[in-house]
């Protein structure tokens, strides 16, 4: 049984570009979390999905942030535009429920020039 | 103040040691939940409490809401338990998760 799998492992952007990061959850887990990672702020919640439907929107990273779940299976993570301060390490995690185990991916390691 | 505040930042014990890590929180919060990360970044859930105390193996952990306040203490500490230990509580009022700055464990043989 495949774990979180996330794309791409690494990406490089120009300050303004749009980024697409994906992620495909536990098959068969209800929850989806979207979080950031940086030395300066530490790990942040940007979104979380039950059952597809977005529960938590992160608030402060509404403006260039969007995250979506199509699908029980895939979710997109799109910021738009890119600026240096989105440099940072990108998780996503997965769990049968709000309170069971998370599972995390490998992350997707972001560096905006 | 800040939400979650993580104790201490960072702490070194020897293999076979026992100790704790804290997380206080500024307002009542409705669930705690505690994570490691290993030194390539891997992010592992170790317990989730509404409240009450839950125990892993040599991992046990407390949040007692009322009081504001969660704790993990590790026993017989092991060289693979080195990594960074965060807690994330979620407020009452939003669901939102809160992380605390982490604590760095660095286990020494």
């Known amino acids: 049984d495949a774990g979180v799998t996330q794309t791409p492992r690494h990406e490089v952007a120009e300050k303004g570009q749009t980024i697409i990061l994906k992620c495909e959850p536990v098959?068969?887990?209800?929850?989806l979390f979207w979080y950031r990672q940086t030395k300066i702020q530490g790990l942040e919640l940007l979104s979380y999905?039950?059952?597809?439907?977005?529960?938590?929107d992160g608030g402060a990273f509404k403006d260039r942030f969007k995250a979506e779940m199509l699908n029980s299976s895939f979710s997109t993570l799109k910021i738009q535009p890119t600026e240096p301060k989105d440099s940072a390490v990108y998780l996503c995690?997965?769990?049968?429920?709000?309170?069971?185990?998370?599972?995390f991916g490998p992350g997707t390691r972001l560096l905006v020039l | 103040g800040m939400p979650v505040e993580q104790n201490p930042p960072a702490l070194s014990l020897y293999e076979g040691a026992d100790s704790g890590l804290r997380c206080n929180f500024s307002?009542?919060?409705?669930?705690v939940q505690w994570f490691q990360q290993n030194h390539r970044g891997r992010l592992i859930t170790l317990f989730y409490?509404?409240?009450g105390t839950k125990e892993n193996g040599r991992l046990k952990s407390t949040f007692n809401s009322k009081e504001r306040y969660s704790t993990l203490h590790i026993k017989d500490a092991q060289l693979e338990d080195s990594g960074t230990y965060f807690c994330?509580?979620?407020?009452?009022?939003?669901?939102?998760?809160?992380f605390g700055d982490g604590t760095v464990l660095t286990v020494k043989p």
């Open positions: 995690a997965s769990s049968l429920d709000w309170g069971d185990t998370q599972y």
């Open positions: 098959s068969g887990h209800n929850d």
């Open positions: 999905f039950r059952s597809k439907s977005l529960m938590e």
């Open positions: 307002t009542t919060m409705k669930s």
């Open positions: 409490l509404a409240q």
């Open positions: 994330a509580a979620e407020t009452t009022n939003t669901g939102k998760l809160t």
